[in-house]
DNA sequence: TAGCCCGGCGTTTTT
DNA sequence: CGCCGGGCTA
């Protein structure tokens, strides 16, 4: 093995890198080095003369993909470019455009996101008279979804269901059926379909089978805890002929199981694979000893795992800490600061908040408003879905593709035109009557008794997009896109608004327009259709700009593979986290566990768990127990009183308990015990180390206070000390002249 | 047709 | 408490 492949691998890292024939899985605990391992089993490969042509790593997100071809190009320069590096959804759609006409499939088809699938499930309700009151749209279309992650047809749903659930499951079945004609008439497929209908492909076509089994001699796949049936299968397939399959992931690291991933296709690999190798990856190169037996003990109460133990050398500094705050507002004023308190030590970008639920993110923007720290707010506003792009979008859409009823009757009146709903209406019932689509009904509407002015105002609108589809011939996506935003009149009536509003939509939309332009650039296909892929099963652009200096703030779910210096895991609270919904059912609150698992591992270094007594939902008071995640870490929490903070009035500056902390050993131990602190904290302290995080002071000056924090040794020893005003004071404990109360 | 008001609802979301 | 969507009125 050359050389430059193995210095800085470790053994097993090694062992799983040589091993290249037959199947192999191999168990990557959070930052264990995973993707090094897959990048480096890539460039060995190469490196041994396999063709690039036969070499398949499969990813979930695109960002891994991007990550892994960057790494191995950084590890071999030349022939990486040929190995097929891509995600699960882009590797389905590049195949059935490829082989479009074997399986009777548009080529140029759309991919369908969730809000077009749910306004497509909403036209079909509306068809089969089915209460969207009674059921949710919603509801359907994540039915929907897990029945194509499950490869299943319309049919599959009725056969095998209770009789309690027949009433759901047959409409869904009938609206499945429904969904999937009009998906059709539209050229579009969703996400589901990609997968769902590559397999059903390649099952039915042995001779394509057989040459994508030769693209995929050797694969990867990464994360494989997180594949559904569908993908499962996918795999399966192609790896039948040289079964040199080699996995990647963490069962400890499932979270997906709510969107169909199927945690059983890592735990019985062994079964599926006979002869499979196996090789673990336990060594941490993350995290402190701390963090890691913490969250160890965590994970552990898991039934539905296979056991494995991090361990690390990194130094064993750093804490792992439990804040009790009052209520929401007062978590996020420890936190921020908290934040503050140690920002001269690490750039912001290195301090993360992680939140069960989108709705506890407003509390922490508040906060970091008010005490002027830069946040960055990840996950929730997505650049493409804002209205004003998801318009421009609809244009493009149905100039690519003009029976598309979806993105038609998103801008049929945007800008206004005076096509109003009951036009739309009696225009969709005349369609649905001819089964033609919107787009088909317009020459036809005098037939229906739309008013002059209507049928005027559809006639232009059909000469515009007309206008627009004659470009795509000789123009590039760009010139395309930039001519709908003027000639549409949807700059114009922007700009006749003129809000604050109105004005970031304008950038918005040219911030789009340079991302086209950016596509275009990049891309070899730079048609539309090519354009309209590409960001379909793109997520987010800008979010996680890892250069500027800000905190993150985002839920535990877009944690996962990122790493931050201070992590703080806000809301541990029975019924938030581990949320309420999943308490009575085994396997979901055994879920919850591991995201609980994936959000400690993020912590390089400081680890707090926080949790409020009360909290603010939906504008009542909750009252609430700690989560039983803390307990199950190792720490004791008093659950008879809530603690009421003696001489504040201002409620968001009531002082602090840090009631719980850990006690650190200068050990490597790995498995040392946590001592709970609770009950010492108002007893007299004893001479060795009598500045012991949690001990209350009280300092001529500034009055009553909490030690929070301790750096240095012996005469350096310097103190973080909280004081009732809310303020921080960082101490040299020699001169302060504490005294302890 | 468009704007307003009222009622219901309220996990997580790689693609 | 706040948002979104449906229905009713000007």
Sequence with gaps: MKEFLTKNLNSSQIEAVRCIEGPLIIFAGAGTGKTKVITHRIAYLLSLGISPWSILAVTFTNKAASEMKKKVANLISQTYKNVWISTFHSFCAH?????????????????????????????????????????????????????????KIPSDITSEVK???????????????????????ASALDFGDLIMQTVVALQRLPATLEQYQEKSKYIMVDEYQDTNHAQYILIKLLAKKHCNICVVGDDDQSVYSWRGADINNILNFKKDYRNAKSVRLEQNYRSTPKILSTAYKVVKHNNARIDKQL??????????????????????????????????????SSFAVFYRTNAQSRTFEDAFRRVGIPYSLVGTLKFYDRAEIKDIIAYLKLIHNPNDNVSFKRIINIPRRGIGKTSIKILEKFALLKNISLWEAIPLASQVGLTKGTQKALNSFMQLIETFSKLKKDSSAKIISKKVVTHSGYLKELETENTLESRTKIENIQELISAITDFENRSPDKSLAGYLTQIALTSDTDSLDESKDKVTLMTLHLAKGLEFEYVFICGLEEGLFPIWESVPNNEELEEE????????????????????????VYGKIKWNVPSRFIAEAGFRCDLTKPEQSPNFKNPNKKYFRAEVVYKGKDTHNYNNDYEIKNKQLLSPINNINKYKIGTMVLHPTFGRGKIIEQSGTEENLKLVVLFENGQWKKLLAKVANLRFI
């Excluded at 088809?109 to 008279?129: H, P």
């Excluded at 439990?322 to 507002?329: D, H, P, R, S, T």
């Excluded at 707090?608 to 007594?613: K, V």
């Design 95 to 151: 195949f059935l455009r490829v082989e479009a006409s074997k399986i009777n499939l548009d080529p140029d088809f759309l991919i369908y996101d969730f809000m077009d699938q749910k306004n497509t499930v909403k036209d079909c309700m509306k068809e089969l008279n089915i209460d969207e009151k009674k059921i949710k749209a919603s509801t359907i279309v994540n039915k929907i979804s897990r029945a194509k992650d499950d490869l």
């Design 163 to 185: 009789r309690s659930d027949y009433f759901l499951e047959s409409t869904t079945s009938k609206i499945y059926e429904l969904y999937q004609k009009k998906l059709k008439k």
């Design 311 to 348: 361990w690390t050398k990194n130094p064993d500094d750093g804490s792992v800490i439990v804040i009790k705050a009052i209520n929401e507002n007062d978590e996020a004023t420890k936190i921020a600061n908290l934040i503050l308190l140690n920002a001269y030590k690490y750039k912001l």
């Design 593 to 616: 566990r591991r995201l609980m698992y994936v959000g400690m591992t993020r912590a390089k270094k400081n680890l707090y768990l926080c949790w409020a007594t009360e909290r603010t």
